[in-house]
């Protein structure tokens, strides 16, 4: 559903299960360090609210969206994680870089998550302007960020539930 008619931030009606038991990586970009700071505190205090433990919360900064992919891969390569979120701001200039950006990230967060059966959250936001990507980074259509960290509780509780 287009985050233009969801609140990105409302888990009403939602089960979410505690996050004390897993063990979290957060992969940022500084690029459009205003938004991305913006993502990770939101994913940061909701991993929290919901259990996890700040010691079982790994940070790493990439220098923009394109490393999102690499960062990922060497925070699994090193293992002991439950799941990691990926945090980046792609936006739209007059060039098609943006295009290859956007797909090549979105490629390689699945192939990473494939490559190491886990979960690898994609919390990157592809938007038209500027205003768009602060509406969805705690504006008016709440923080991405915060759906990215639910997702992650979500998905570690899945694999772990799977997984035995």
Request: glycine share 10%; charged share 20%; hydrophobic share 40%.
């Amino acid at each position: 559903m287009s985050s233009q008619h969801k609140n990105l931030s409302d888990f009403s009606g939602a089960e979410i299960p505690s996050a004390e038991k897993y063990r979290f990586g957060i992969v940022v970009a500084e690029w459009n360090t205003e938004i991305t700071g913006a993502l990770y505190q939101g994913a940061y205090d909701h991993l929290v609210k919901y259990g996890a433990k700040e010691e079982n919360i790994f940070t790493y900064q990439v220098p923009g969206s394109f490393e999102l992919t690499s960062g990922a891969d060497l925070l699994l390569k090193k293992g002991g994680l439950d799941a990691v979120i990926v945090l980046g701001c792609v936006i739209q200039g007059e060039t098609r870089h943006f295009d290859f950006i956007c797909d090549a990230v979105a490629n390689g967060v699945s192939n990473v998550a494939i490559k190491y059966s886990k979960p690898v959250i994609f919390g990157v936001l592809t938007t038209n302007n500027h205003q768009q990507a602060f509406d969805r980074a705690g504006g008016k259509y709440g923080n991405k960020g915060d759906e990215a960290a639910i997702t992650a509780i979500k998905m570690a509780h899945l694999a772990e539930t799977l997984n035995g």
